[in-house]
């Protein structure tokens, strides 16, 4: 799995270098978004993609009839080399890298926050605006209601979890006692 990680960050960091220096990191962004939103959501043109009786003129006509010149020439080629180095397994990573590429070139991030009961407005945006300043990003937070955490927080903002639940903390004294020797 981590062998696909480096993959997909080397294809989506070679896609996202081209972009910015041509200045059009928005459109390909948007393009990119499209061809994966396709493809994920028609199991035949996934097939066509992995089809090892397939020609690869053949898959690269295919594609081009699915998205019919609505997308970027550049956006297209790049498909195209997933596609011949078959990777295009890889293709919801690569997208996926090039996202977190372009939050980070934007100065923004995901976030989700996991509490046990809902959070109100304001203490919603209490929180996002201490994550901006903590992390020094632009936050996008979601917040989710998991009843099992019984207390506290858990926030993840991009790669970074903290994890201020009760139930972590419970589960963390738990292991302590068992390793406690009683004489």
Known sequence: ??????????????????????????????????????????RELMSVMHHPLLTLDKKKSILRQVFGGRIRPDVERFMFLVVEKKRA????????EFDRMVDEFRGQSDAEAVTAVALSAEQTADLEAALQKRFGVKVRLKTRVDPEILG???????????????????????????RVKVT
């Open 1 to 42: 799995m981590n062998g696909d990680i480096s993959v997909a960050r080397r294809y989506s960091a070679a896609l996202f270098e081209v972009a910015k220096k041509r200045g059009e990191v928005d459109a390909v962004a948007a393009n990119l978004k499209e061809v994966s939103d396709t493809i994920r959501g028609s």
């Open 89 to 96: 397994v890889m293709l919801p990573q690569i997208v996926a």
């Open 152 to 178: 506290g927080l858990q926030v993840r903002v991009g790669d970074k979890l903290l994890d201020a639940t009760v139930s972590t903390k419970l589960n963390r004294m738990s292991e302590q006692l068992k």
